[in-house]
């Protein structure tokens, strides 16, 4: 179900953005709008968000995307297009309802997030919950419960400045998590926080969202970050989205020379999985084959070990050159009977980087199977080294600018 949908949304800062807006659809370029003295900071955006999604927006500085997230929730007024919120158009709203929706629907977090210093560890959490008018008893359980969530029980009384960095982005995270909301919308939430601390945090998001199914509109410039975390990734540049898809398609396809250089420092075998390098198998047999056909694969493509499949394609065992044979002396329709278990195959979901160690040592392919047990394909040392070696295409005619400035902001978070 979809939980947030945009459609063609635009904003241009400066004068006459209605006017703007329409020469951008005509094809005006970002230099014109300058020319205008205006900004063009969301260039025609759209996107859905499935309810239970972490959908991460990534791009440079000054790309658009908080001025994306802060149209998501009504705090900026589009220019142009629609912002549905499980399906209510959001940007007919009133001020009112919108403070409504945002107190029931939506909780943001920033990455500076400002907590009051007269204020306890539990007051700062339930603020959000004080200005909707809760009573004293729902906000201190309904803090307390998102505290403990954050890892921070046992810290209620105490004051921010008492606190580390981290664990201040950590009540932040709890005062938007007792909203009890089901959208989290986080602007560069961690950016401020030292790598440790940043993996730590990023860890317990992954881990608090398989539990709240929470969705989670996510900001950051650190590709590493919305690998990890994204279920997707819209990537924008001068306000435009210029690819939206997973961490692999972004890895593995890159819209253009822009997304190709963020991605060319990433660590490919963390992302990339099982899945996406195992090769269809050339040696795959159905089980209701007889031992005949069974030998005849087996000579074409030689090799004296197959897999087999039933027609659902789950995998039902291997099949050896001699246990074919001893089938076909006994007489046997089919090759059912005389399959061995297949050791250890590997599931798609898992990261290349925990298949290296298994590659160096295995000489056959080694099969990868879904949840089901169906069988994905076969993935052979050769694909995996392959696949790590995989060059992004080289910036042709690219804008250095850019490239400069991401190797910049990749740098700064490592
Ligand atoms: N209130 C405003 N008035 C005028 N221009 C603005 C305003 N807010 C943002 N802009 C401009 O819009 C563009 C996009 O800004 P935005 O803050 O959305 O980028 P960002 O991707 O969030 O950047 P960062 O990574 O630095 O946070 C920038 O050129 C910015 O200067
Ligand atoms: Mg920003």
Redesign the pocket.
């Known amino acids: 179900m979809t939980s947030v949908r945009v459609e063609r949304l635009y904003k241009i ?2 004068p006459q953005p209605t006017e703007l807006v329409r020469r951008l659809e005509a094809g005006a370029d970002q230099e014109e709008i300058k020319a205008a003295s205006s ?1 063009a ?1 969301v260039v025609d955006a759209s996107f859905d968000v499935q309810e239970g999604e972490t959908f991460v927006v990534m ?10 997230i802060r149209m998501l929730n009504g705090l900026l007024t589009p220019t142009a297009g629609r912002v549905f919120v499980d399906d209510e158009d959001i940007t007919k709203m009133s001020a009112g309802a919108l403070r409504t929706m945002r107190q029931q629907k939506m909780s943001m977090v920033f990455q500076h997030f400002a907590l009051f210093p007269h204020r306890t560890v539990l007051d700062n959490a339930g603020y959000g919950l004080q200005i909707k008018g809760a009573g004293k008893s729902e906000i201190t359980e309904k803090a307390r419960e998102a505290l403990s969530l954050v890892g921070l029980e046992g810290w209620e009384e105490r004051y921010p400045q008492q606190l580390s960095g981290g664990m201040r982005q950590r009540v932040g995270l709890a005062r938007a998590l007792a909203a009890h909301t089901d959208v989290l919308l986080m602007d ?1 939430a961690f950016s401020a926080l030292d790598p440790l601390i940043k993996r730590e945090m990023q860890d317990q998001l992954l881990n608090l969202n398989a539990k709240l199914g929470k969705t989670i509109i996510f ?1 950051t ?1 650190d590709l590493n970050e919305a690998m990890r975390l994204g279920d997707r990734i819209a990537m ?1 540049r001068a ?1 435009e989205i210029v690819q939206i898809g997973t961490a692999e398609q972004i890895l593995n396809e890159p819209a253009d020379d822009y997304v190709a250089s963020f991605v060319q420092d990433v660590d490919r075998s963390r992302v990339l999985s099982a899945a996406s390098i195992a090769e269809p198998p050339e040696t795959l047999l159905s089980a209701s084959a007889s031992p005949d056909e069974a030998l005849a694969l087996m000579r074409q493509q030689h090799t004296d070990r197959l897999f087999v499949a039933d027609g659902g394609q789950r995998l039902l065992g291997e099949l050896s050159a001699a246990a074919a044979e001893q089938a076909h002396q006994d007489g046997r329709s089919d090759v059912r009977s005389v399959l061995a278990p297949v050791t250890d195959p590997v599931a798609g979901t898992t990261p290349m980087k925990a298949l290296l160690s298994r590659m160096s040592t295995e000489a056959v392919p080694t099969p990868v199977v879904d949840e089901q047990q169906r069988l994905l394909g076969v993935i052979t040392p050769v694909a995996v080294f392959q696949a790590l070696c995989q060059e992004v295409p080289a910036a042709e005619g690219g804008d250095g600018a850019d490239a400069a400035a991401i190797k910049e902001a990749s740098a700064s978070d490592v």
Do not use: C
């Open positions: 800062f400066g900004t900071a791009g440079l500085s000054g790309s658009g995307k908080s001025t994306l560069e900001i410039h924008m306000g």
